[in-house]
């Protein structure tokens, strides 16, 4: 299983907004929501799928404007 670590910095007062828009992502689950303007989540993909997580960067950026910047860590291990 491929699991990638998500950091996003937002505008502030979007943290609670970006969190709810990442919650329809198939594999993410939110871990939590620092302040105002900082989210952290897991990204899961199974076995057999091939993802790009340089491509989740560029989705979760177009799908909004709150989103400044995006920090991924990806952990093949598990």
Excluded at 48 to 61: D, F, T, Y
Aim: proline share 5%.
């Amino acid at each position: 299983m491929l699991v990638t670590n998500i950091v996003l910095e937002t505008q502030p007062g979007r943290a609670r907004s970006v969190a709810d828009l990442l919650a329809h992502i198939t594999g993410v689950e939110l871990l939590s929501v620092e302040g105002d303007h900082r989210v952290h989540a897991t990204w899961n993909v199974p076995d057999g799928q091939n993802p790009q997580p340089e491509g989740l960067s560029e989705v979760l950026r177009a799908m909004t404007e709150e989103i400044i910047d995006v920090e991924l860590l990806v952990d093949e291990g598990r």
